[in-house]
Nanobody
Framework: QVQLVESGGGSAQAGGSLRLSCVASVYTSGNCMGWFRQTPGKEREGVGR????????NYADSVKGRFDISQDIGKRTMYLQMNSLKPEDTAVYYC?????????????????????WGHGTQVTVSS
């Protein structure tokens, strides 16, 4: 099991930026790491994910061009740089990990397929 700890959440004005970090107890090339978010009464939704082995990333349409996922393997950390924030980005943000065999699995897995989760960090964007 992988322990994940998110940090960096907080408040921002619309148009502003925040950077979230996710430190993993184990960060291996066979993992797919993802960022997800959830608001009360709604299902958890994918924000983006990174295939650790290659650094390939994929994003939800709602954040494409505004959010960027990166990683520092030596620090066992994944980042989510959020720019041009909108009030609708307000949510609890979670990082998650799952072991995969190939990049296609990383793209196709739903949030329920991810095995390990952090506790989440609140992001609030005001207009």
């Amino acid at each position: 099991q992988v322990q994940l700890v998110e940090s960096g959440g907080g408040s921002a004005q619309a148009g502003g930026s925040l950077r979230l970090s996710c430190v993993a107890s184990v960060y291996t090339s066979g993992n797919c790491m993802g960022w997800f978010r959830q608001t009360p009464g709604k299902e958890r939704e994918g924000v983006g994910r990174i295939y650790v082995a290659t650094g390939s990333t994929n994003y939800a349409d709602s954040v494409k061009g505004r959010f960027d996922i990166s990683q520092d393997i030596g620090k066992r950390t994944m980042y989510l740089q959020m720019n041009s924030l909108k009030p609708e980005d307000t949510a609890v943000y979670y990082c998650a990990a799952v072991r995969v065999r190939k990049y296609a699995d990383c793209l196709n897995f739903r949030w329920i397929d991810f095995a390990d989760w952090g506790h989440g960090t609140q992001v609030t964007v005001s207009s």
